[in-house]
């Protein structure tokens, strides 16, 4: 079951995309709203797409850092992770508003909070 309505960029928005270093995260994360829903997967609810963007947009204005990876969770949400100074940083976006972020490192414990206000996510620089 896909249940977003998918708006495409039109040409001067795919322009901006190509000179944008999030471009290719932000277009892998708007496709999330098409997955079908399946054994594995669920498709992601617009809102949680939106959220992601927007932190790791942030996260980028702060930092300039970009996600190593970003991927659709079992769930139906979001995750963003970044690799920092040998820290593996972690988002994840759940489809009923919480955002986890964890950061982990070898030989040391991890570290896990759990937010619902974009406004308090942390920068992951802030515990590296």
Do not use: C
């Not at 928005?13 to 994360?29: G, Q, R, V």
């Not at 054994?39 to 996260?59: D, G, K, Y």
């Not at 040998?86 to 976006?93: I, K, N, Q, R, S």
Request: proline share 7%; glycine share 4%.
């Amino acid at each position: 079951m896909n249940y977003n309505k998918i708006k495409m960029p039109s040409q001067s928005e795919s322009d901006l995309l190509k000179n944008n270093p999030l471009a290719e995260s932000i277009e892998t994360i708007r496709s999330f709203a098409l997955l079908e829903e399946d054994e594995e997967l669920m498709p992601v609810p617009q809102q949680e797409i939106e959220r992601s963007i927007a932190v790791m947009e942030a996260i980028y204005a702060k930092s300039k850092l970009t996600p190593f990876w970003v991927v659709p969770t079992r769930s139906g949400g979001v995750g963003l992770e970044y690799r920092i100074k040998g820290a593996v940083v972690y988002y994840h976006f759940v489809p009923k508003g919480v955002i986890d972020f964890s950061v982990s490192r070898e030989n040391a414990a991890s570290t896990q909070i759990f937010f619902t206000n974009l406004n308090e996510t942390p920068n992951p620089l802030d515990f590296i």
